[in-house]
């Protein structure tokens, strides 16, 4: 089993930053992809970024060139630096993990853009 805890999210003006971590622990393989999702009131979950095993990234076009994905292996943490946030982005933010044949969501952090 598979743990993941979100942190970091909170109350942000427009234009203002946030980072958001998510920590795995437990029985982790060495060979595992880890993304972002995000969840509005109203509105289905989507995909923000994702990072695979080897490091490369990927960005919904929304958020290209704002955010970043980036993970620490070491400490089996990925990190979501968000820049230039706009009142859209407001959303509950999941962290997810995916191995060979399981995925792993963690417990959400919401992110409101508001002034």
């Known amino acids: 089993q598979v743990q993941l805890v979100e942190s970091g999210g909170g109350l942000v003006q427009p234009g203002g930053s946030l980072r958001l971590s998510c920590a795995a622990s437990?029985?982790?393989?060495?060979?595992?992809?880890m993304g972002w999702y995000r969840q509005a009131p109203g509105k289905q979950r989507e995909w923000v970024a994702g990072?695979?095993?080897?490091?490369?990234?990927g960005y919904a076009e929304s958020v290209k060139g704002r955010f970043t994905i980036s993970r620490d292996n070491a400490k089996n943490t990925v990190y979501l630096q968000m820049n230039n946030l706009k009142p859209e982005d407001t959303a509950v933010y999941y962290c997810?993990?995916?191995?060979?044949?399981?995925?792993?969501w963690g417990q959400g952090t919401q992110v409101t853009v508001s002034s």
């Open positions: 997810k993990l995916a191995g060979v044949g399981v995925t792993f």
């Open positions: 437990g029985s982790i393989s060495s060979v595992y992809s």
């Open positions: 990072i695979s095993s080897g490091g490369s990234t």
